[in-house]
Nanobody, 122 residues
């Protein structure tokens, strides 16, 4: 069992930055691929970024490439999402997720956090 707790969301102006954190419980964090997803009001949840258990492989959705960076610290059981050059369209609830094995861009993750709100004002 893995429990995930996100933090770091908030209100920021367009062009600003935020860093989201996701703290995981459990001894097997280092064996899990981690992902970030987001859901805007009235829209379906969408993939944002994913990182392999070692941190050596990452994937991003096209709309955040060059602006967002996913990383992890297995010693701290934490995954991060650094978000730069934020746009109003990045406004959403952001969720982290964990799955054993390889990374995935679909939402077939076993464990999910409760989400953290990110609001970008224009």
């Amino acid at each position: 069992q893995v429990q995930l707790v996100e933090s770091g969301g908030g209100l920021v102006q367009a062009g600003g930055s935020l860093r989201l954190s996701c703290a995981a419980s459990g001894r097997t964090f280092s064996t899990y691929a981690m992902g970030w997803f987001r859901q805007a009001p009235g829209k379906e949840r969408e993939f944002v970024a994913t990182i392999s258990w070692s941190g050596s492989t990452t994937y991003y959705t096209d709309s955040v490439k060059g602006r967002f960076t996913i990383s992890r610290d297995n010693a701290k059981n934490t995954v991060y999402l650094q978000m730069n050059s934020l746009k109003p369209e990045d406004t959403a609830v952001y969720y982290c997720a964990a799955r054993p094995g390889v990374t995935s861009k679909s939402d077939n993750y076993n464990y999910w956090g409760q989400g953290t709100q990110v609001t970008v004002s224009s």
